[in-house]
């Protein structure tokens, strides 16, 4: 049996990174409230 997950980071950045975020305004709204929350990391 394989694994489920096989992490890449190219594609990690890709579909979660800060650009793909601040594209959309849905995304400028997740870091927004991830700023306002305090998170050490806003986006990968």
Do not use: E, N, Q
């Not at 997950?5 to 995304?27: C, D, E, I, N, Q």
């Amino acid at each position: 049996m394989s694994f489920t997950y096989k992490p890449k980071k190219r594609k990690r950045a890709k579909s979660h990174g800060f650009l793909v975020r601040s594209k959309t305004p849905g995304g400028r709204r997740v870091l927004k409230r991830r700023r306002t929350k305090g998170r050490k990391k806003v986006a990968i």
